[in-house]
């Protein structure tokens, strides 16, 4: 029985399409909704502005809000409450090292763009191979 899931969320909607999925097909499950703040690099524009900020963890908790807010926001709709957490670091890692504390992982193929498809869905493949836990990639 699944009665703890994890939805790495970002602002994407293949992550709203896998915390939709996590709702629908684990409505009693309790769900927990991690935004991971990436390291910074050269292709990670947005990491690179929250490391430069006086306060990353704070810029960080800042940036998850809107995509808490739409999670709670579809949370709602189907008549749930979810818990959410904020990290920083490489996501995958993250999201491994959370995963140990769920039964499930949840989460998006890949995000918007082409460098996002390329970076998440690596983050995907890793998640799926290393993972202690069943995941779930929703399209």
Same mark, same amino acid.
């Given at each position: 029985m699944i009665a703890r899931i994890l939805v790495p969320m970002d602002d994407s909607e293949m992550a709203?399409? *896998?915390? +939709?999925? =996590?709702?629908?097909?684990?409505?009693?499950?309790?769900?927990?909704?991690?935004h991971v703040a990436g390291n910074p690099s050269l292709m990670a524009g947005a990491a690179t502005a929250l490391a430069l900020e006086e306060n990353p963890e704070a810029a960080a908790e800042e940036?998850?809000?809107?995509?808490?807010?739409? *999670?709670? +926001?579809? =949370?709602?709709e189907h008549g749930v409450e979810i818990t959410t957490e904020v990290q920083m670091g490489h996501p995958a890692r993250a999201i491994l090292n959370r995963a140990d504390d769920f039964d499930a992982v949840v989460l998006g193929s890949h995000s918007g763009s082409l460098v996002d498809r390329l970076v998440i869905g690596n983050i995907a493949q890793k998640v799926v191979r290393q993972s202690p836990v069943p995941v779930v990639v929703a399209r």
């Open positions: 709203q399409r *896998a915390l +939709e999925y =996590a709702l629908e097909n684990h409505p009693e499950a309790d769900i927990t909704v991690l940036h998850a809000k809107v995509v808490f807010e739409d *999670a709670r +926001e579809l =949370a709602a």
